[in-house]
T-cell receptor, first 115, second 108 residues
Framework: DSGVTQTPKHLITATGQRVTLRCSPR?????VYWYQQSLDQGLQFLIQ???????AKGNILERFSAQQFPDLHSELNLSSLELGDSALYFC??????????????FGPGTRLTVL | LAKTTQPISMDSYEGQEVNITCSHN???????ITWYQQFPSQGPRFIIQ???TKVTNEVASLFIPADRKSSTLSLPRVSLSDTAVYYC?????????FGQGTELSVKP
């Protein structure tokens, strides 16, 4: 158990809909990262937050957005969903996020299925 | 554009040493190199991290040459339970680039 929690574990929805994925980082971690992993694909970095502020941006679509709240939990919002958005979405946290030398602890993921 | 390249797959037998190399030609001064292991339907798990030369922990070694344009993860005496996908990550503040992952299959 990494200490990172993600809810829900599974999510099934229809095209065009909007969903929110939630992540609670390890106690004391200030940085949160979001990743997308499509079937049999590698990890695609989406976005990183550090202490409530956006820190780094990867291949995140305009239909997707995220935020980190004062209690440091984070939410990833996916809207106008398409079939191709079906994937595992991972959240990770690290104690710091101001350099690349901090180990990331990954949550168990949310499996999103868009029908 | 920075890119991180790994072999797609590798096969090995139990008890052998496995070396997986990651190429990162455009690595920057502030970048760190980290390796993660992932089992199916689980989140990746940290293995080892380095900046230059050699780093060793209880499960692996990481070799980084002086020019830092590549790195090699070394797994000594693999077992069946080491069958997984291995990712290298090149990261600094505001930049994270994962390789596409190497699927390691360990056979008896």
């Amino acid at each position: 158990d990494s200490g990172v929690t993600q809810t829900p574990k599974h999510l099934i929805t229809a095209t065009g809909q909007r969903v929110t994925l939630r992540c609670s980082p390890r106690s004391g971690d200030l940085s949160v990262y979001w990743y997308q992993q499509s079937l049999d694909q590698g990890l695609q970095f989406l976005i990183q937050y550090y202490n409530g502020e956006e820190r780094a941006k990867g291949n995140i679509l305009e239909r997707f957005s995220a935020q980190q709240f004062p209690d440091l939990h984070s939410e990833l919002n996916l809207s106008s969903l398409e079939l191709g958005d079906s994937a595992l979405y991972f959240c990770a946290s690290s104690v710091d996020g101001t350099s690349g030398k901090y180990e990331q602890f990954f949550g168990p993921g949310t499996r999103l299925t868009v029908l | 554009l920075a890119k991180t390249t790994q072999p797609i797959s590798m096969d090995s037998y139990e008890g052998q040493e496995v070396n997986i190399t990651c190429s990162h030609n455009n690595i920057a001064t502030n970048d760190y190199i980290t390796w993660y292991q992932q089992f199916p339907s689980q989140g990746p798990r940290f293995i080892i991290q380095g900046y230059k030369t050699k780093v060793t922990n209880e499960v692996a070694s990481l070799f980084i040459p002086a020019d830092r344009k590549s790195s090699t993860l070394s797994l000594p005496r693999v077992s069946l339970s080491d069958t997984a996908v291995y990712y290298c990550l090149v990261a600094s503040a505001r930049k994270l680039i994962f390789g596409q992952g190497t699927e390691l299959s360990v056979k008896p």
